[in-house]
């Protein structure tokens, strides 16, 4: 878990420092866009191949390896002396990051056989990464109040050296003795596939429709079925394809693309009602954004407890319904809401999208056999992150669109954006921006509201039946599917 948090807090850490690091290293528009960006781009980008890469040369090195590269990339970061310098920085956090990723997920499939210890263990794993996030802001702002923005990479030092020095003593070593050789086309393919796929969503969120972040996407779609074909002819491909045949991997995968592609895409909306609308600070903000996970300390163990007595599929089914309520709720916020209810709306969807997606996890990572388990991990979180990435372009969109509806007669940077007029706004035009983004993010909580009714139906339809996790170890029955969900 320890890595887990470093690497998830490093998501988001940023948010805050950016304005220190522009007075200091002043960088242009696009280098400034590259400093957030490019640690999550390459992150994505890498996963399929370090989770390859950890099932060959084994898990527990490739956990030390990326230790070694964080620690080394984050101790550069804070002592970067341009924007330049900065961002290739970034660019290796990445490469650490997508090395520590995979291998975290992938060692515990090895350690915890039995599959209650295994369902406790993934748990925690899930909370981990979702805290991650969420506390990333909330550590950059109360660093930036005592030090200066490079104490926000260097609080990972700590930690990478602890990892380093228990790493060794904790962690056994385990690795895929039949995995073959590394193949260096397909890591080549998988990267050129995912980048240009996220990039020109995640542009296509903030900058609206144009022909190159189309073509961007079509480009990394292209490339993609070049890397499945490859993988189809290999004797030891990088992806097993035969995994995804499997109810409960390619169901599990599916839904937890729709948990992420909610809560990232609706993130957005929650922190700005938190400071545009509502006035707060960021560092206010981002503290009381942390109050929703009091909804995950009790709905996700209440998840896990019902799992062992019913069919998980609808349990998770059920934990997507309370999302799904939850961010209906969020659709009766307006302007004059009081915080409380914006706040327990946030717990219900949260507390229940983690209670699912916990399961979702587990039931993946059961569905892998021990030897895979590092490339189905990557797939796994690569997955989450194309549902990130969509989560931003969909939901912002619609949330933009009604944004831009609502104030078609007003001045131009009013129209675009509520930051746009937030700064320049007052009185009556300002209290019609508060309006319209309220308008968009009720309509963007639907949308979230809708994707979590998806989910559900899929849990159901999918995963019904499913086997309990562990159950593929036994041999080759586990590659049948059950007759109650169909193969996906």
Known sequence: MLPLLLVSMDVSILYFAIPYISRDLEPSATQQLWMLDMYGFVLAGLLITMGSLGDRIGRRRLVLAGAVLFGAASAAAA?????????????????????????????IRHLFRDAGQRAKAVALWTAVM??????????????????????????????MALLLVLGPLLLPESRSPAAGRFD????????????????????????????LNALSVLAGLAVGVLFVRRQRRLAHPMVDLALLRRPAFCGSLLVSLLAVFATVGFAVFLTQYLQSVLGMSPLTAALW???????????????????????????????????????LWLSRVHGGSPLWSTLAGSAVYAGGLVAAMTLANELALGAAPPKRAGSAAAVLESGQELGGAL????????GAAVYRSDMAGAPGAVRETLGGATAVAHGALLTSAHHAFVHGFDLAAIGAAVAMAGAAVLSVVLLRGAPPAGEPDSGPAAERPTTAAPAC
């Open 130 to 159: 979702t805290t991650g996030i969420s506390l990333g802001p909330v550590v950059s702002g109360v660093l930036l109040a005592h030090f200066w923005w490079g104490s926000v990479f260097l609080v990972n030092l700590p930690a």
């Open 184 to 211: 260096l086309l397909s890591s080549v393919l998988s990267l050129a596939a995912l980048l240009p796929a996220i990039r020109g969503i995640k542009e296509l969120a903030a900058h609206g429709y144009t022909t």
């Open 79 to 107: 002592y970067a002396h341009s924007a330049e310098q900065l961002i290739a920085v970034r660019a290796l956090l990445g490469v650490g990051g997508a090395a520590l990723m995979p291998s975290t997920l992938a060692l």
């Open 289 to 327: 954004s942390l109050v929703p996970m009091a909804g995950v300390a009790v709905l996700a163990p209440a998840g896990a407890l019902l799992a062992r007595r019913f069919d998980r599929a609808y349990v998770m089914s059920a934990g997507f319904s309370v999302s799904a309520c939850g961010f």
């Open 391 to 398: 989560g931003m372009a969909v939901l912002g969109s619609i």
